[in-house]
């Protein structure tokens, strides 16, 4: 069975005012960046990396999203966000091919913080496990985006 070395490229970053999110990057559990995000949309964090993949093999390329409190996001008395800390991904890359919108079939799951998942609950709002068609995090958790090797193989039949 055939291998590939796949070249990834992401670009992440920040909207905070205090504490900046935690991201670990990942593909098959095997960790390639693990740091606080800083970058502005303008000028994001950088994250390359390459990964040895078998043919024929389901792969999870996972962004892991920490460092928000509760109090990381504020609000008015009307329930609206005045501050928050978000995690952006801006682009994903692999092999020098910029994934466009195949970026929305990431998952999105997100981890709830109480006691505002209970209040959300009491007040009749469904909480929804996870999300497609996201390149924003609002809450800790993970983003993940399953591939196939052959890469390119994969690409042809998802394009379209």
């Known amino acids: 069975m055939g291998t590939e070395k796949l070249k990834f490229k992401l670009e992440l970053y920040a909207t905070m005012w205090d504490k900046s999110p935690h991201a670990e990057i990942m593909v098959d559990n095997q960790t390639y960046f693990k740091k606080n995000i800083t970058g502005s949309q303008d000028k994001p964090n950088v994250i390359e990396f390459e990964h040895e993949c078998e043919e024929d093999k389901l792969y999870q390329l996972v962004i892991k999203r920490s460092n928000k409190s509760n109090g990381q996001t504020v609000v008015n008395e009307k329930g609206d966000i005045l501050k928050d800390q978000l995690l952006n991904i801006k682009t ?33 709002h469904e909480l929804k496990a996870s999300f497609t068609n996201v390149t924003q995090m609002g809450h800790n958790g993970t983003w993940t985006f399953g591939f196939t090797s052959p890469f390119y193989m994969w690409l042809l039949d998802n394009l379209y």
Do not use: H, M, R
């Open 92 to 124: 994903i890359s692999i092999d020098d091919i910029d994934l466009g919108s195949l970026i929305y079939e990431g998952v999105y799951t997100p981890n709830y913080p109480e006691p505002w998942a209970t209040q959300q609950k009491k007040q009749g």
